[in-house]
């Protein structure tokens, strides 16, 4: 079966990966949640009605309406396969399987969290190369992550991030995005005191082509959650003679422990290129990896997703009671490059509160209204993970797809 996208993974799950400050954790949880899945448990039954199928997964199972699940070992071959979960139950999950399905799945069924799908071409002692494992319609960057990054001077705070267009093992690249001389990117992981026994919240979002990696990496979890959010790959680009339409987007600063915004996050609305995003070269190939912006249109630049009021309307509307959404552009130079897949920033002004009393949760879902009727949104907090407050500040993901609308 195909695999299905976009898929959504998190701290929360059951059996994912820890994120402490260590030599390769970041590693440990790429190669999880890209590359092998996680959390394998097995199915207490399947039972069929039309195209709809309850998947009893036991209780507890934390499982949330939106993320995909790889079931496997059912001796019909209906049930083997990537299924995205429509519904939640306290001990079971719904799906949707092909019409003409069998009423019931027999053999050692067991189901995991479903994987991105990338690969992982090279490897060595605390690194790793990841690529995409389409073949069209991508860029095909890769991204060497170095996760032991002692010429940073931050221990293990943090990881390295550089893209290369070319690469022919862990250590030799060609084309590297950025270049060193124009700047050295991380991506944080946990600022490595001994709150939570050092692990920190994270999530991944995306398809085969981008993902997401947000984190809070600063001890404040109980009380704000606020997380930092980066990524790498393909954009959704709208213009088919733009073979660069890619991006990475890291810190180029201790993240772990930062006490103010940062306009490198992709939760950030900016106009004017950052230190933290670049493409690999201009739409014409000619050139050096190139600045790029991330923002909503109609939104204040230089402001938190969900901290813009640009329309003088709080949350919730007094009309609609909702949300107002809008995609994200990435410009470089004179020229629009694409849209963030799957991102919406929020077009509101969040009222301040705490973990307990905010406008919206860390990980909640909302149904989408308009133009994204029928899709289910998935929240996730943005901006200084060392507030001692809550921001009131964020963004959305599409959970139900398709995140790309032009490629």
């Not at 990841?130 to 992550?145: D, E, F, P």
């Not at 991944?204 to 109980?222: A, M, T």
């Not at 609609?320 to 509101?348: C, D, E, K, W």
Request: some cysteine.
């Amino acid at each position: 079966m195909p695999a299905v996208y976009p898929k959504f993974l998190c701290s929360l799950d059951y059996g994912a990966p820890t994120l402490p400050a260590t030599a390769g954790s970041l590693i440990a949880l790429l190669d999880a949640c890209l590359l092998n899945g996680y959390g394998s448990r097995p199915v207490g039954s399947i039972a069929v009605t039309g195209t709809t199928a309850q998947v009893n997964v036991g209780t507890g199972h934390g499982l949330m309406a939106g993320q995909v699940i790889l079931i496997s070992g059912a001796n019909e071959s209906q049930f083997n396969g990537e299924f995205k979960i429509t519904a939640v139950g306290f001990s079971s999950v719904t799906i949707t399987v092909a019409a003409g399905s069998p009423a019931s799945a027999t053999g050692t069924v067991v189901f995991k969290m479903a994987p991105l799908g990338w690969t992982k071409p090279f490897s060595g002692t605390n690194k790793a190369v990841y690529r995409t494992a389409a073949t069209i319609n991508t860029v095909g960057l890769y991204l060497r992550v170095d996760d032991n990054p002692t010429a940073l001077g931050w221990a293990n705070r943090v990881a390295q991030v550089t893209a290369y267009e070319m690469m022919t093992d862990v250590d030799t690249g060609f084309y590297p995005v950025p270049r060193p001389t124009q700047n050295v990117l991380n991506w944080p992981k946990s600022d490595g005191s001994a709150v939570n026994g050092g692990l920190r919240n994270w999530a991944i979002f995306g398809d085969d082509r981008f993902f997401y990696f947000w984190v809070n990496p600063y001890p404040n979890i109980s009380t704000t959650m606020n997380g930092v959010t980066v990524g790498f790959g393909d954009l959704d680009a709208a213009q088919t003679i733009d073979g660069y339409g890619a991006i990475l987007a890291g810190f180029t600063i201790d993240a772990s422990s930062m006490g103010s915004n940062n306009p490198s996050d992709l939760g950030y609305s900016v106009t004017s290129g950052t230190t933290g995003c670049y493409l690999p070269r201009p739409p014409n190939g000619v050139g050096a990896p190139q600045l790029g912006a991330h923002f909503s249109p109609g939104t204040i630049s230089a402001s938190n997703s969900g901290n813009l009021g640009n329309f003088g309307v709080g949350w919730p509307d007094s009309c609609s009671g909702g949300f107002f959404l809008n995609s994200v552009v990435v410009i470089a130079g004179t020229g629009m490059r694409g849209y963030l897949p799957g991102m919406h920033h929020i077009m509101q002004t969040l009222p301040l509160g705490t973990s307990v009393a905010s406008a919206i949760q860390t990980f909640a879902q909302i149904d989408g209204m308009r133009n994204l009727l029928g899709k289910k949104l998935v929240f996730l907090s943005s901006g200084s993970p060392a507030s001692s407050s809550w921001v009131g500040a964020g963004y959305f993901f599409d959970l139900t797809g398709p995140i790309r609308n032009f490629n």
